[in-house]
């Protein structure tokens, strides 16, 4: 082997060459070609903002407010599709794109976010729908979240703008399900009640600090039962829904719809004085008036009528505002008079007297079609709980066959001087009932007016002479009070009552001022103490006192008594251990209008 040395890279490095015997000598290898150095290193490209932008569903715009005019990102078409044809480029047009669905618009957010541009601009951040152009037809709202930031003027009002509009289309049907039920009414889309008064408190809260006025509209659809039988009743809830959707679209961005009950909306106005208001209803009355809602059932027109009021000048809480629109919403539904009124204090007083009539043409119209009817509360032996008689209540139906509250009733009869003919109504029927049931026995209660009346007495006796062997079964009531208005015509009763044989009772006894004399003088037999006094006597010592006291008085005068609206078995047995003869109240039944009696029993007296 033979050593040589060969250049590589500058220096001598020694190489072996090996000579076989079987072959040639081999030339030396040639040395390696030199390395290429590494290619420099690519600059990188930036970042692609249209690219992202397009990729996150987002577009950038710029709003010279001053002019109006809008500049957008070159990605805008990309972003929005259908909604972007058409031109965009002044903010008018664009906001004829915002959906009616929308809460609220870029421009309520500039142009009403009541804040100050402090030389850094003010940031706003607002989520709304878009449409495609109105002649493309309807088509899906496209849900966009717009987020930037204005910038004031020398006036300091918004001069300009500048954000980033991104689709938010799925969030915010997301969301809009996860607050459904919590938030909105399922049938129209509209606020439901509680979401309602939450608004309307942020109204009444946002006027005291900027000393504006708003507005509270009731709207009802005109004869809904009638579409309801005529369409059906998927027709109307399509009415409804309808018409929740054309309030929306006559309101302002800033006004809310909401769905009061059944067939009625509120819609709260946004500084709004009492000519704003009625402009307003007037404007949605058109609306609903000149186009018909369409249905599965076909075209269907419909009517409204709105009642509205003023706050907080004519109410300070949302249950009177929506009291005081109810009021109103009641007068314009009465006949074919104004479809919109509004509510003032003189209105209060015309709807009273308007109510108290409509009340009294029910009591003349119940009376002629045999719709006064009665209903019986036991009372009870206080050792026993055996039924000792019944009391006689008033019930009138209406047309419908819903019952009238007596409460509502009564005071509109005295005053309409219609009261007499309930109370002899109720005598004769209290009668028929004493002779069809041999073995019952009655209390009936006798107005301040029938008391008084010189004649009724002889009514009395005439009606009690028809049916020999009644009177000890009857029982008159007379109130305490109406005994301190006349006491010698009471007195003159009582006597007149006790020769026929029919017993008295005071009722309400301790709501009076009734004398020890007079209560002797006036020979009761049964005294009624006034259930507000009972219903307490568990918890209250006052009232234990008192109604000790009237038990004790009675007792020395040999008077029955009668404990109302006895509730609980704890009141009933204090009263027991008092010394009451009777009882009565829910805890030992509630009116009927058959009483609990012993079949085929003989007539008897029960005291």
């Not at 009616?100 to 541009?117: F, H, I, K, L």
């Not at 309030?247 to 009625?264: F, Q, S, T, Y």
């Not at 209250?540 to 038990?551: A, G, P």
């Amino acid at each position: 082997m033979q050593l040589r040395h060969i250049a590589s890279r500058g220096q001598d490095t020694p190489v072996a060459t090996v000579h076989s015997p079987l072959s040639m000598p081999q030339r030396p290898l040639a040395p390696p070609a030199p390395l290429a150095p590494p290619p420099a290193p690519a600059v990188a490209a930036g970042p692609d903002p249209a690219g992202i932008l397009s990729s996150i569903g987002a577009v950038v715009y710029d709003w010279d407010i001053g002019t109006d005019r809008l500049t957008w990102g070159p990605n805008l078409a990309e972003t929005l599709g259908d909604i972007a044809q058409g031109d965009l480029g002044m903010g008018y047009a664009y906001g004829e794109r915002v959906s009616p669905d929308s809460a609220a618009t870029r421009y309520s957010a500039v142009m009403q976010s009541g804040q100050t541009d402090d030389g850094a601009g003010v940031p706003y951040q607002v989520v709304y729908g878009l449409t495609r152009p109105r002649e493309q037809g309807p088509g899906p709202v496209v849900w966009v979240e717009d987020a930037g930031r204005w910038f004031a003027g020398p006036d300091g009002r918004p001069a300009r703008a500048h954000g980033v509009l991104r689709v938010v289309t799925e969030r915010h049907e997301a969301e809009r399900k996860l607050a459904l039920g919590a938030q909105i009414d399922p049938l129209t889309g509209a606020l439901n009640r509680a979401r309602l008064a939450e608004q309307l408190g942020r109204f009444l809260h946002s006027s005291e600090r900027s000393r504006k006025t708003f507005a509270v509209l009731l709207v009802a659809v005109e004869n809904l039962f009638a579409l309801n039988r005529t369409y059906g009743y998927d027709a109307g809830d399509e009415v409804i829904a309808g018409l929740a959707l054309r309030l929306r679209e006559n309101i302002r961005a800033c006004d809310a719809v909401g769905r009061h009950a059944g067939n009625k909306f509120a819609v709260l106005l946004e500084n709004c004085g009492s000519e704003e208001m009625e402009t307003a209803a007037l404007r949605l009355i058109d609306s609903v008036r000149e186009k018909a809602f369409e249905t599965s059932a076909g075209p269907i027109p419909a009517m409204i009528r709105i009642g509205g009021v003023i706050g907080p000048r004519e109410g300070r809480n949302p249950q009177v505002l929506f009291q005081h629109a109810e009021e109103a919403l009641d007068l314009a539904r009465q006949g074919a008079g104004k479809r919109f009124v509004a509510y003032t204090a003189s209105l209060a007083r015309e709807d009273a007297r308007l109510r108290a009539l409509q009340v009294a043409d029910s009591i003349v119209s119940a009376l002629n079609e045999q719709r006064v009817e009665l209903a019986f509360q036991p009372i009870v032996h206080a050792a026993s709980g055996a039924i000792a008689f019944h009391e006689a209540l008033l019930r009138v139906r209406l047309p419908d066959g819903a019952a009238a509250s007596p409460g509502a009733l009564l005071p509109v009869a005295e005053k309409a001087g219609l009261v007499r003919l309930l109370d002899q109504r109720v005598m004769e029927l209290a009668l028929e009932r004493l002779v069809a049931e041999p073995a019952l026995s009655v209390s009936v209660n006798c107005s301040m007016h029938t008391v008084l009346d010189p004649e009724w007495p002889d009514r009395l006796a005439t009606a009690v002479a028809a049916a020999p062997g009644l009177a000890n079964r009857l029982v008159v009531e007379i109130t305490e009070t109406t005994m301190i208005e006349d006491f010698d015509t009471t007195r003159a009763l009582i006597a007149a009552c006790r020769r026929l044989g029919v017993k008295v009772a005071m009722d309400d006894f301790g709501a009076g001022h009734t004398s020890f004399r007079n209560l002797r003088d006036l020979a009761f037999d049964i005294v009624k103490i006034d259930g507000a006094f009972i219903r307490n006597i568990t918890t209250s010592e006052d009232d234990r006192f008192f109604v000790r006291t009237l038990i004790d008085l009675a007792s020395h005068l040999s008077l029955k008594v009668v404990a109302e609206w006895v509730e609980d078995e704890a009141t009933a047995q204090i009263l027991r251990d008092w010394g009451v003869d009777y009882l009565q109240g829910a805890r030992f039944g509630c009116a009927e209008a058959r009483p609990a009696v012993e079949k085929h029993a003989a007539p008897r007296a029960f005291i």
